[in-house]
């Protein structure tokens, strides 16, 4: 097999750039789908009206591609506020609310997850110690639900790390449109794609490790 | 004085009828042992005191204020409630457990607060275990903690149910003595329980629940020695 190591070497300072743009697009993300995912996975378990909302922005999210959201925010936001928008909007400010939108109905239902299976007697603990039901979400349940749902907070970042690589299709220079570009000036795609999946991997892999030792340390008090 | 007044207390879940009609006056400082058989209803009651289920009808008055869901919170703090399950806060500390709710709740400042729940500890007699997490501790040792949690909030009124049902044998005692102190200061207290020994040595007056009614309530010596009601006699038959 006639694998070239030079040409390898000499691609990789270019695909670190993208890489280092993956692993920040999905950090922010996912950071803002923590977040997103809190309010509407309260909100759904919620007896208001306001349960309606996050299921739709769950069901919508879950039920569409991750490309469509994509292009509907990069084409349709400045279609929809041509005002604010009027040079069109940044690939990289379009890549970032899509994906910490869809992060955030994702990590919503994680989060529902993680309040239910908190056991009942911890809620009524707190009520009959007079604790308000939002103060007994934040000191009892949440902090009770966070160290639970670590694992699948882990599985969730790993999947949009993997899954940002659709950005590219808006522009943006990440990990794979680096790719798509390195390859096409040098007609070695093999090479090129076989450093990018090594670099994809040394990132999931590092990040599991990291969820693994969280999750061991944070197992006092379960 | 009354300090808790049940009046024709109903809950219903959906269609099961779970009390029919409870009515009773707790005194001041009185000592209740409420018995009866497995799902009679007694869990449900104690439950109803603090609105941790709901009633659907009936009402029920504490120092003479009618409970509503306006009051709730109010009321919630002057009742102390221990599950028999402990359901102490896993995430904390001890220490933390306790002083949670008078800083949340009472705004206790936290020097105040912690001193108050070492003070506590001594009383169950685990001054040491402050720093421990509930996980470390035996299941009478949590029971424990649980009873100095509800005290910190200087609670008027102290709900028990099955309080020791949970626990191995040999741990039972250490929280009834708790519990018989409690009583002996002057505490007012509600305690579904098992028990009938500390029913007979503690309780002012035995309640006994069968089928989400009062059939009978007496001191423990005339309704241990003499129940009038034919159900009292057949449980009590069964248990004694
Ligand atoms: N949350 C609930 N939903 C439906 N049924 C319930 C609920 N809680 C209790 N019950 C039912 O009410 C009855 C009385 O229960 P409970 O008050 O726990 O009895 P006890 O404490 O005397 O054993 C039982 O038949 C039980 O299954
Ligand atoms: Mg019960």
Redesign the pocket.
């Known amino acids: 097999m006639d694998f070239q190591w030079n040409l390898v070497w000499s691609s990789v300072p270019t695909l670190l750039e993208g890489a280092v743009l993956t692993l920040q697009l999905t950090t922010i993300a996912v950071s803002v789908g923590v977040v997103l995912g809190t309010i509407f996975g309260i909100m759904r378990l919620s007896r208001t009206p306001l349960r309606y909302l996050a299921m739709g922005y769950i069901d919508f999210i879950r039920g569409t591609p991750l490309l469509v959201q994509i292009f509907i925010i990069y084409y349709g936001v400045p279609n929809l506020l041509p005002r604010l928008f009027t040079t069109g909007i940044q690939p990289y400010v379009a890549a970032l609310v899509a994906l910490s939108i869809n992060s955030g109905a994702y990590v919503a239902e994680i989060v529902r997850a993680g309040i239910q299976s908190i056991e009942k007697g911890q809620t009524e603990a707190a009520l009959s110690l007079g604790l308000s039901s939002t103060a007994t979400m934040i000191h009892i349940i949440l902090p009770q639900a966070f160290k639970r749902i670590i694992p699948p907070l882990g599985n969730e970042f790993i999947a949009l790390l993997k899954d940002s690589s659709l950005v590219s299709a808006i522009a943006l220079e990440e990990l794979v449109r680096k790719a798509q570009i390195v390859s096409g000036r040098t007609f070695r795609p093999f090479e090129v794609w076989f450093v990018v999946a090594i670099m994809y991997l040394i990132m999931t892999v590092t990040v599991s490790r990291i969820v693994s030792i969280l999750e061991r340390r944070l197992r006092v008090g379960e | 004085m009354a300090i808790i007044e049940v009046t024709n207390l109903h809950k219903k879940?959906?269609d099961?009828h779970?009390l029919k009609g409870i009515t009773t006056t707790i005194k001041q400082g009185e000592v209740v042992v409420v018995i009866?058989?497995?799902?009679?209803?007694?869990?449900?009651?104690l439950?109803c005191l603090n609105f941790l289920?709901l009633p659907t009808s009936g009402e029920i008055k504490f120092e003479g204020n009618l409970i509503t869901h306006r009051n709730l919170q109010l009321v919630r703090r002057e009742m102390g409630m221990v599950f028999q399950r402990f359901n102490l806060f896993p995430h904390m500390k001890v220490v933390d457990n306790i002083t949670l709710a008078p800083k949340l709740v009472r705004k206790t400042e936290p020097a105040i607060a912690e001193s108050q729940a070492h003070a506590l500890l001594e009383r169950v007699g685990l001054s040491d275990k402050a720093d421990a997490y509930p996980e470390q501790l035996s299941g009478g040792q949590q029971q424990r903690v649980a009873i100095a949690r509800a005290l910190a909030m200087r609670p008027k009124v102290m709900l028990f149910?099955?309080p020791t049902s949970a626990l191995d044998p040999e741990m039972i005692g250490e929280v009834l003595d708790v519990m018989k102190s409690l009583a002996a200061d002057g505490m007012t207290m509600i305690v579904?329980t098992h028990e009938m020994g500390f029913a007979r040595e503690v309780a002012d007056r035995v309640i006994f629940?069968d089928d989400?009614l009062l059939v009978e309530e007496n001191s423990p010596d005339q309704l241990f020695s003499a129940p009038q009601h034919p159900r009292t006699q057949s449980f009590l038959s069964k248990i004694l």
């Not at chain 2, 009866?36 to 009651?45: A, I, L, W």
Request: charged residues 30%.
């Open positions: 879940f959906k099961l779970v009866g058989p497995s799902g009679s209803g007694k869990s449900t009651f439950r289920e149910d099955e579904v629940l989400g």
